[in-house]
């Protein structure tokens, strides 16, 4: 067979788009730090080394997703240390969470300790909103800055407490929440895996069609 410019043409086009296809998917795929998920315990320890605890699902008396659980300590996040969980089933991950709770442990006002959470989940969602679009947001919240603070605002916050942002993106969900009770602020980061968000998407979907008792 002859093989004319206009085949090349065709043949390079292919390979060049299809190329761009792969690197298209795979960017769009989430993953946690750079671990895939259905990531091995084994994969996970080498590329973060090993984890402070461990634990299983009995411990927890099943209130876990998965099967087995890891905890890191002082992981560092855009600049933030975090602990750090990761989930697993069946010997493959299936989320992870960060859990921001040394923002605020010295000791100093209530209205600070407001702006250092306040100030911190808007940074992260800015940095999320970069990387994965725009977010399906409940309660809108904006940066409290350096300025001060007036009781009437602090007060508006914590009674519009829980904000939540979320991502669906490359298949898994990204959730980052900012919670206030029992008087004391909570911040964490949730990844889940492709099963998962499923799983969590049916769960929704029952709620929404359950009349019973209506």
Known sequence: MRITRSTIKKVFGFVFFAGIACIISYAQTLNFRGIPFEASPQDVIAKLGEPNEKHTNEEFKGR???????????????????????????GKMIGAAYYFSSLSEQNIADIEKLRI??????????????????????????????????????????????????????????????????????????????????????????????????
């Open 117 to 214: 959470y306040v100030n911190t989940y808007t940074d992260l969602l800015d940095k999320l909103t970069k990387l994965y679009g725009n977010a399906n947001i409940n309660n809108e919240l904006e940066s409290l800055g350096e300025g001060p603070i007036s009781w009437l605002l602090g007060a508006e916050i914590e009674k519009n407490a829980p904000y939540k942002a979320i991502w669906d993106y490359g298949g898994g969900r990204v959730i980052q929440i900012l919670k206030y009770e029992n008087e004391k602020w909570a911040l964490g980061l949730v990844y889940v895996s492709p099963e998962v968000k499923g799983k969590m998407d049916s769960a929704e979907t029952e709620k929404k069609g359950n009349t019973e008792g209506l």
């Open 64 to 90: 876990m997703l998965g099967d087995q659980l890891y905890k890191y300590n002082g992981l560092i996040v855009a600049g933030y240390s975090a602990g750090t969980e990761i989930e697993f089933e069946n």
